[in-house]
């Protein structure tokens, strides 16, 4: 189930995008899933179908949703996920990184943040 936080200063968009990315990434919907459709959504949520109709764009763009003209849009291969968005995600981590050590972080306290994010076996 998706819910929206209408107190973030993030704009619904970005959010949805954010919640449903975070579903593919981890297994909640799986490659070749039907999303739900645009009005479908936008009905569920009650808000405008075009703050749905551009986070499925930006999903597809980034390689997480494929479409089908006339059958709707669909949970692609992570494999699919362009470098693009790795590269993104990269300049993210070390912008923050960056400002962590102006900030007085130390080295071995950014290395145990990236290892409380990595999944344990």
């Known amino acids: 189930m998706i819910t929206l936080n209408y107190r973030d200063p993030r704009p619904i968009y970005e959010q949805l ?8 990434l981890s297994g ?10 645009v ?15 551009r986070a499925y764009r930006e999903l597809e763009s980034e390689g997480f949703v494929y479409s089908i003209s006339g059958r709707g849009s669909f949970v692609g291969s992570l494999n699919g996920v362009d470098e693009g968005r790795k590269q993104q995600l990269r300049a993210q981590l070390l ?5 962590l050590r102006q900030l007085g972080e130390d080295e071995q306290t950014l290395i145990s943040l990236i290892k409380e994010a990595t999944p344990h076996d």
Not at 17 to 24: A, D, F, S, V
Not at 28 to 37: I, Q, W
Not at 95 to 99: F, K, L, Q, R, S
């Open 95 to 99: 912008a923050a990184a960056t400002e």
């Open 39 to 53: 009005r479908e959504l936008a009905s569920q949520l009650t808000i405008n179908p075009n703050t749905i109709a």
């Open 28 to 37: 909640a919907m799986a490659e070749g899933e039907k999303l739900p459709s």
């Open 17 to 24: 995008k954010e919640k449903l990315r975070r579903m593919i």
